[in-house]
């Protein structure tokens, strides 16, 4: 019976221990979490970036910027945020957001091939000037300056110098209408004196990495991909509903191209796939964006008798413009280059099924026939023939949305990484 007793008394003693160290655990946790907490408020960034949507608006480095910044302030960073305007907006433009994110538009006047070195100019002045405390600045574009005692990020997108690629493989490029601005050679020159400049580079994909190690002669070692992130587009019954209605899309099949109507991205290609369709099938093709090709598209698509099946937009804000990933049956975009591909995922994050190419950082996200259909560009044949495969085969398109979907959540939502980012940041000024 003494013995039992002993026993229990040990037991006992065992247990309490146990609860007391995992107590103690717990108390060591939390202290760490509030630790981090206050490292993170502590954090402050200067963001410089040509674009920074709604009051400059150009394309995904824009939206990059405008995610970044939302998240970043998510987490407890300030963040003083830099960018150009048009006088238009000069007086639409708070200059604070929420409790931790400042804005410093700069009014510039918008002159093809100008506007940039214009920005360049009154950025590096602007910071000269500017009486603010930030551990870093990270600019979001090639910047012509470094600013001084404070490390430098820049992000890469895409490269200038990798458009030389679409050149060799692509002549017909030439004939673009901004062809000078896109292939300039000079803005090439200052690309890869920007990169060099940069103390560090966070780069959207592997295929801009490896593009500047190979043909900028940059170390590996002062590059970090951390993939751009999106929020999943946001399905919203009665928006849908107006639009369908409005646009008269109720038993259509509906084809979605978002971006810039130039040729690079492949849109003049989507023309010549869809004049080939049969009249039997009962499609709208969506196009929102605007650009230099706008007026020949619709000149060509009158010549192919196939006008009454497009909708042009030109705009629209993200809470409309989620509404037409969740309208569309298929997202196309037969794109010769891109850094990312901010659109295409943007459709896979609403479960929609991509036909697109195997160019640049895409084959990165897309696995061909697994989660969205991969070609090769300047294939209007094979375009016409995968885009009628899938407008006519609905199990096909859910398999693919699904899977789309599943890559989309478990690689590019902002919440996962601009926790990489922020580690970025850290691990170079702790």
């Not at 950025?123 to 910047?143: G, M, P, Q, R």
């Amino acid at each position: 019976m003494i013995f039992s007793l002993i026993l229990e008394i040990r037991n006992y003693s065992i247990k309490n221990i146990e609860i007391i160290r995992i107590k103690i655990e717990e108390m060591i946790n939390q202290i760490q979490i509030k630790e981090k907490v206050n490292i993170l408020k502590e954090l402050k960034v200067l963001l410089c970036t040509y674009e920074f949507p709604p009051y400059s608006f150009g394309g995904g480095a824009g939206i990059y910027a405008e995610g970044i910044a939302k998240e970043l302030s998510k987490k407890g960073v300030t963040i003083h945020i830099i960018f150009s305007i048009d006088h238009k907006y000069e007086n639409e433009i708070p200059r604070k957001i929420r409790n931790n994110i400042y804005l410093y538009p700069l009014k510039i006047k918008k002159i093809p091939g100008l506007s940039y070195f214009l920005f360049n100019l009154k950025a590096k002045k602007f910071i000269s000037d500017l009486n603010i405390e930030y551990n870093l600045v990270h600019f979001n574009y090639s910047t012509l300056f470094k600013v001084k005692k404070v490390p430098n990020f820049i992000t890469v997108h895409h490269p200038y110098g990798s458009l030389k690629i679409l050149l060799k493989e692509f002549p017909h490029l030439v004939f673009s209408p901004n062809f000078l601005l896109e292939y300039n050679p000079i803005i090439e020159y200052l690309d890869k004196k920007s990169f060099k400049r940069a103390d560090y580079i966070v780069s959207v994909s592997n295929f801009s990495k490896n593009w500047l190690v190979k043909n900028y002669d940059i170390s590996s070692r002062k590059i970090k991909t951390i993939y751009q992130g999106i929020e999943i587009p946001k399905y919203r019954p009665d928006k849908v509903q107006y639009y369908i209605k409005k646009y008269n899309l109720k038993h259509k099949r509906v084809i979605l191209f978002i971006g810039r109507l130039e040729i690079r991205k492949g849109i003049l290609d989507l023309i010549e796939a869809l004049s080939g369709l049969s009249p039997q099938i009962d499609y709208k093709c969506i196009i929102i964006g605007r650009g230099p090709l706008k007026n020949k598209i619709i000149k060509r698509i009158k010549s192919y008798n196939i006008a009454d099946k497009f909708i042009f937009i030109e705009y629209l804000e993200k809470k409309d413009l989620d509404c037409f990933y969740h309208i569309c049956d298929i997202y196309v975009q037969p794109t010769y280059l891109e850094g990312f591909g901010l659109t295409i995922v943007e459709a896979m994050g609403a479960s929609k099924p991509v036909i697109t190419t195997n160019t640049g950082a895409i084959t990165e996200i897309i696995k061909n026939k697994i989660n969205g259909i991969l070609i090769e560009p300047n294939q209007v044949e094979n375009l016409r023939e995968k885009i009628i495969y899938c407008l006519e085969n609905s199990e096909f398109r859910d398999y693919l949305g699904k899977n789309a979907s599943k890559t989309v959540n478990n690689r590019f939502i902002w919440d996962k990484n601009i926790n990489n980012l922020i580690e970025y940041y850290r691990k170079v000024i702790d």
